[in-house]
């Protein structure tokens, strides 16, 4: 399973947390992790074959579809698009008032898709602006005022900077700007090996939830796994902070996830492709279920 970002981050808890608590080798899995060595690297590894299982953005999906590569999303990943630019409190974050500022980003497919988006939807263009690409973190960047804003996620670099003493940062919600409400994040697999393999990708979603259902209920001990998997990625303070922030994305605390829970919408994903398209951030697109299955997700 490869994930999306080069450096750990709290959000691989689910997985991390369900093998180190054996539940993926109850189930017959040698699960292995893969950590890619850059953020375009997670299709790549995925439409080779080289991973059967991505942690990956939704809109890398789309594209990968969109060059016929062998891929399909098999789980959303939280339920709504918290993505957008930031900025230090009292900077503009609205791309009108960034013509001509530094914007710290990253180089793959959502952040570049997300910006496309935002700023044509402002009749602006991203020559307009001034790109900085940091290589795993652009919250440095951004503390150490080298840029004048950054884009992310409220589950990642917001909770980096609520971490670091920052909560009332300025945003802008890109779904604000033209960009779909649909989810960032997703689990894909090869459609290749997953034809072969569909009863193994059942038990590999029943034991993802299983971890997920176990860290949403066990949140401290969840980030202790997490930082002994991973003790250099994140300060324990950011992991406490990400995964709380990223919890709530699978509903209240007091209810169980269900496999079922993670099944995908064929409306979100029209909207999203269309987007896309419509933005250029594609050259064509095709019908929503050429990017996702529910068969791994169902009861």
Known sequence: MVQEWPTGDAQWIPWVVGKEKGYYKDSGINLDIQVPPNTSATMQYLGTGRSDIAFSGTIDVVSAVGQDAPVTSIARYGNIN????????????N?????GKTIGTYGDAWSKAELEIMFKNAGLSLNDVKLVTATDDDVPLLMDKKVDAITGTKMFEGSELSSLGVPDYAFSYSKDFGVPNAPVLNLAANASWLKNNKELGRKFMQATVKGLNYARSHPEEAVSIFMKQ???AETKEFATQQWKDVSPLFGPAS???KTSDLAQDADIWKELTEAAKQYNVVDHIKDPSAYFVNDLVKE
């Open 255 to 257: 209810t169980e996830v």
């Open 230 to 232: 991973y003790p250099k």
């Open 82 to 93: 918290n993505g957008g630019i930031f900025a230090l409190k009292g900077n503009p974050t």
């Open 95 to 99: 791309p009108k008032d960034l013509v």
